[in-house]
């Protein structure tokens, strides 16, 4: 899909068909947002910070003022996630974005460096209470384009057992080298190590995905407490935290918390964060202080949800290649 | 040759895996949104055509194989093995059956065909797409029957057996697509 000939590759690669997809679905977005009294908001996508993600590579810039030769850097977005924040401390009520995100080094059938997200936060939320707007969100996108059967929720530990055959939380390398020995992945010890995130993320993509059934959206949630990124622990000790995903015919399709809003949490993961991209000699970008003071000031209580719209386009017209969707993919931009 | 990296591999890509060389006929990219990007590949083995899947980490590396296709025309077999000449050099290169496997059915004297060659040796043989090849017996077909539905089964002068319309006969010569050992039309002489 990538290869094309010079004389064909003005064209889109997508068809009228993915075009008007599009477009349907963002007025319906819109349409169910505005009718649940939720704002839609702008924010910036050059910022003067970036995430401290480890796995995340912005695109950088420099942004130079009237005359200035030498620019400083300035980060595309890899997600609104901070900006948002800061106007739901601000008071904005539940708002949501349609918007571009940035992120370099992806790319492949689900993956374009620059796509579209669709990112909402609801003040008062619980994770059951934002699956449960999913689900609706949903029953009202793939009207007309794709029967989906009810949706299943289901705990990520239990999921994971059920699949892999061992506790995520608990099992220790060896057990992971052996579930990936018995399904034929014995590179993983080698690429995993002693790095339990990076063995539930083999795992889990390469293990329990494919088994997922066909047309069915499923809620993984209660994630284990070391793939925390910005959800709050579950009180009651476990060792889990309020994130969920969502998965449909095996792909993620966004990701979502009950919100973290302990600004001294967030810099300890913060520190947590540098401290991995120190090993892995990563850039160390500075920690975003404006989030932090937002904290400080008081986020109010919410989940937010983060959805890929591209790859959701590609599962309502059932297409296997994310450029099927896409009018000008990076190839062609 | 420097040795390839994740972000170098795509389908076509000649490498050397488990010390044997592969070609990648498959690469996904899969990240978890939060996590660890991984290239999922699929790879064929050139020497016995195993397909094999195998996850690398970003920035893991595969050394290339030094693998190269040749135009070669197939010379003579003398009993043990085929003997091939490249056209411009006149350098012969011999290959054993493990080598040329199932295409020596297809190998007629003067044709040109694809040897691929590891470390300057033959790995494997690939016939032309179609080759035109005598009938050396098969059934007397009905008369006037042009259609060819039905058909019956006629052996080449290479030994390989064919599925061919009724009035084809023998000592005619037929062109056969060797990708999948079907019938093609007859060939005048």
């Not at chain 2, 170098?8 to 890509?13: I, P, R």
């Not at chain 2, 470390?119 to 059934?139: A, F, H, R």
Request: hydrophobic share 35%; with cysteine.
């Amino acid at each position: 899909m990538s290869k094309s000939s010079p004389e064909a590759s003005w064209r889109p690669s997508c068809d009228q068909t993915a075009l008007r997809a599009r477009a349907l679905t963002l007025k319906r977005i819109r349409r169910f947002f505005d009718e649940r009294g939720v704002l839609e908001v702008e924010t910036p996508l050059l910022g003067q910070s970036a995430g401290t993600d480890p796995h995340l590579y912005p695109f950088v810039s420099q942004y130079r003022r009237p005359g200035q030769t030498v620019g400083v850097d300035y980060y595309l977005q890899t997600s609104p996630e901070f900006a948002m924040k800061r106007l739901l401390a601000s008071g904005s009520g539940s708002i949501y974005q349609i918007c571009k995100a940035f992120r370099n080094e992806e790319s492949g059938r689900h993956h374009n460096p620059e796509f579209t997200l669709l990112e909402w936060y609801r003040i008062g939320f619980g994770l059951d209470q934002l699956m449960d707007e999913i689900e609706a969100l949903f029953v009202v996108l793939f009207d007309g384009k794709r029967d989906l059967g009810s949706s299943k929720r289901v705990p990520y530990r239990k999921l994971f057992e059920q699949w892999v055959g061992v506790d995520p939380i608990h099992a220790d390398w060896s057990e992971f080298a052996e579930c990936a020995r018995r399904c034929d992945l014995s590179e993983a010890t080698a690429i995993c190590g002693e790095d339990r995130m990076i063995w539930l993320d083999l795992l889990f993509s390469h293990i329990v995905q494919p088994q997922l059934e066909l047309g069915r959206v499923y809620f993984v949630y209660d994630y284990p407490a070391c793939l925390p990124s910005l959800a709050r622990k579950k009180p009651g000790g476990e060792a889990v935290v309020e994130r969920v995903e969502i998965f449909l015919d095996g792909l993620e399709l966004g990701n979502g918390f009950h919100e973290l809003a302990d600004p001294v949490e967030q810099d300890m993961r913060f520190d947590g964060d540098l401290v991995v991209r120190r090993q892995l000699g990563l850039p160390l970008p500075p920690k975003d202080q404006r989030l932090l003071g937002a904290l400080a000031k008081g986020l109010p209580d919410c989940s937010g949800m983060a959805i890929g719209l591209d790859r959701l386009l590609m599962l309502m017209t059932g297409c296997s290649h994310i450029e099927q969707v896409l009018a000008f993919p990076v190839s062609r931009s | 040759m420097a040795d390839f990296s994740t972000s170098d591999f795509k389908n076509g890509l000649k490498v050397m895996l488990d010390g044997d060389p592969a070609v990648m006929i498959e690469n996904e990219f899969v990240k978890p949104g939060k996590g660890q990007a991984f290239n999922r590949v699929k790879l064929r083995n050139l020497k016995t055509g195993r397909v094999i899947e195998r996850t690398f980490k970003q920035n893991e590396t595969l050394e290339p194989a030094d693998v190269a296709d040749m135009d070669m025309q197939y010379l003579y077999n003398d009993g043990v093995e085929w003997h091939f000449m490249q056209p411009e050099s006149f350098e012969q290169y011999t290959a054993d059956i493990n080598v040329v496997g199932d295409a020596k059915k297809w190998l007629k004297e003067q044709d040109v065909c694809i040897i691929t060659l590891y470390n300057g040796s033959p790995l494997s043989v690939t016939p032309p797409n179609s080759v035109v090849l005598k009938i050396v017996e098969t059934d007397p077909g009905v008369r006037g029957d042009t259609s060819g539905g039905g058909g019956k089964p006629a052996t080449l002068e290479t030994g390989a057996v064919v599925r061919v319309p009724l009035f084809v006969q023998t000592d005619e010569l037929i062109k056969v697509d060797t990708r999948t050992g079907e019938y093609i039309s007859r060939v005048k002489e």
